[in-house]
Every structure is written in structure tokens, then in C-alpha cells.
């Protein structure tokens, strides 16, 4: 069974920046499998940020930026402002249908 | 704008069947994959399958095999995504997703709380 790991938790002071990474337990993760990062704020449905690695949205903002960082996918807020704290779903494609996603990571801004 | 407007919410009893529409509004669904994606009460997302939209064909998961349907009606430009059998694990909101050919996710709904209570 593919399981994809993020970071439970992570604390950043507003301004700070942060990575948020997500790995697979099948090996290291490459532009294959296509990394999707997503925002949900409490009560609200996800919210696309990042697609295939490293391209944005027209809505997502400029902070936020995707990579791969050593055989991770990683998804990097600087200059984080307050509305940024919320839960964040990675998503890596694994062929077929097999899509799976990560157990998200909850973000404080404090 | 485009807006995915999925149905309301269901209270269904453990045994049964629930369906539930996803419908395109400002877009087409026409050369787009529509992936179902379910969230338990305070857990993460679940992927469960998808709908290629053009092609009319469905692919899903290994745990929904035999009781996850995807449809599509192209007159109201509306996915419908059936599942049965419900149990008390299946309680969750369900989402659809749009994606582009490519892993190009971008518009999701607003989510249906599907309640499964004797």
C-alpha cells in the first residue's frame, strides 16, 4: 500500500517562511508523480495552490512556491501571512488511477 | 466564474445507496477528468476514483471496486458519483475535483455531508 507522508504540524512567526514536504514510502518522489499541493481552512472545501511540482494557479499567491527537495516534493511559504494557517494536502499520482494523498499538515502562524 | 455545485446532504441508513451530482457551472465538463475525493469527520482527504469526462470510462481505487459509480449526464453537464453498501465508515463530506489532462488540479465543489445513521 502507497502511503504518502507530510509533517503533522508545523509553527512559523508571520513573515517567517516555511517548507512543508511530502514524501512516499515507493521511493523518492519525482515530477512523475506529479505533485499537487492544496490549502482547506476549516469548514471550506480544499483549495488548489500548486500543480505538477512547481506551477501555480492564476489565484495562488506569490509566496507560495513547489519544488523537489531531495527525492520530497516541497511546498515553500515565505513571508507567511496569517491567513495562511490552515491544513495542507499534498497529492502524488502513482499511475492509473492511483492517486493518493498525503495526511496533510497543519500550519500555525504564531 | 466557474463553480462545481455538488448536491446536499444525505442521511442515509447503513445498507444503503447515496448519490451524489457535482454540476459545471461557468465551464464544461467536456475534456476534463472529475475525480471524487472524500473527508471523514477531522481526518485528511481520500481519493476514491475518477470519471473521464470525453471517454465515458471510470477508474477507482482498489477499496471502492464493486461499490463506487461514476456517471455523467452531458445534457446538464452534470457527474453524478453513486456508492453502496454504506457503512457507518463511510460518513464524510464528498467532493468532486476537476483536473486538466496533465495532474492539472484547479476546481473543487463545495462538498456533500453524506450522514449514515440507522
Known amino acids: 500500500q502507497t502511503v504518502v507522508t507530510q509533517e503533522p504540524s508545523l509553527t512559523v512567526s508571520p513573515g517567517g517562511t516555511v517548507t512543508l514536504t511530502c514524501t512516499s514510502n515507493?521511493?523518492?518522489?519525482?515530477?512523475?508523480?506529479?505533485p499537487n499541493w492544496f490549502q482547506q481552512k476549516p469548514g471550506q472545501p480544499p483549495r488548489a495552490l500548486i500543480y505538477?511540482?512547481?506551477n501555480k494557479h492564476s489565484w495562488t499567491p506569490a509566496r507560495f512556491s513547489g519544488s523537489l527537495l531531495g527525492g520530497k516534493a516541497a511546498l515553500t511559504l515565505s513571508g507567511v501571512q496569517p491567513e495562511d494557517e490552515a491544513e495542507y494536502f499534498c497529492?502524488?499520482?502513482?499511475?492509473?488511477?492511483?492517486?493518493?494523498f498525503g495526511r496533510g499538515t497543519k500550519l500555525t502562524v504564531l | 466564474q466557474v463553480q462545481l455545485v455538488q448536491s446536499g446532504a444525505e442521511v442515509k441508513k447503513p445498507g444503503a445507496s447515496v448519490k451524489v451530482s457535482c454540476k459545471a457551472s461557468?465551464?464544461?465538463?467536456?475534456?476534463?477528468?472529475i475525480h471524487w475525493v472524500r473527508q471523514a469527520p477531522g481526518q485528511g482527504l481520500e481519493y476514491m476514483g475518477v470519471?473521464?469526462?470525453?471517454?465515458?470510462?471510470?477508474s477507482r481505487t482498489q477499496k471502492f471496486h464493486g461499490r463506487l459509480t461514476m456517471t455523467r449526464d452531458t445534457s446538464t453537464n452534470t457527474v453524478y458519483m453513486e456508492l453502496s453498501s454504506l457503512t457507518s465508515d463511510d460518513m464524510a463530506v464528498y467532493y468532486c475535483?476537476?483536473?486538466?489532462?496533465?495532474?492539472?488540479?484547479?476546481?473543487w465543489g463545495q462538498g456533500t455531508l453524506v450522514t449514515v445513521s440507522s
Open positions: 475535483a476537476r483536473e486538466h489532462h496533465g495532474g492539472f488540479f484547479d476546481y
Open positions: 461557468g465551464s464544461t465538463f467536456s475534456d476534463y477528468y
Open positions: 470519471l473521464y469526462y470525453n471517454a465515458d470510462t471510470t
Open positions: 515507493t521511493g523518492a518522489v519525482t515530477s512523475g508523480n506529479c
Open positions: 505538477c511540482t512547481s
Open positions: 497529492l502524488l499520482y502513482f499511475g492509473g488511477a492511483d492517486w493518493v
